[in-house]
């Protein structure tokens, strides 16, 4: 991996946050591989 390739952290803001299921949804299809970090309790506590 180098700084082209690899792990990312993003954040969105959604206006509705109805919207946020359909957004898993969709980053899932995009990237298989994606995990929200409020998921991982040991994670988050690491990076928030």
């Known amino acids: 991996m180098n700084r082209n390739q690899g792990p990312v952290i993003i954040g969105v803001l959604l206006q509705d946050p109805n919207d946020y299921e359909k957004l898993l949804e969709r980053i899932a299809v995009f990237d298989p591989s994606f995990m929200p970090i409020n998921d991982n309790q040991m994670l988050?506590?690491?990076?928030v």
Do not use: G
């Not at 988050?44 to 990076?47: A, D, N, P, R, V």
């Open 44 to 47: 988050y506590t690491l990076l």
